[in-house]
């Protein structure tokens, strides 16, 4: 009887386990997926930076580009 009842003790902690472990493996996953996700927002997010530091200096060469004028017809004046 005694030994029945450490095998049912046993198999229960089994199952427990069993569970746990079936837990963690889909936490795990999840954790996979949203590493993925947050590595493509973060190249998304990366290429936008690149592309407004491109515009600002264009328009960084476009306002020296006009003061350079500005200046040229101060001068002729």
Not at 38 to 46: K, M, P, T, V
């Amino acid at each position: 009887m005694a030994n029945k009842t450490f095998r049912q003790r046993i198999e229960s902690d089994l199952a427990t386990l069993a569970e746990r472990v079936d837990e963690l493996v889909l936490l795990c996953e999840q954790l996979v997926q949203e590493k993925q996700s947050l590595q493509a927002e973060q190249s998304a997010l990366q290429a936008e930076r690149d592309e407004l530091v491109q515009q600002n200096e264009q328009a960084r060469a476009r306002i020296e580009a006009m003061v350079a004028r500005l200046k040229g017809l101060e001068k002729s004046l």
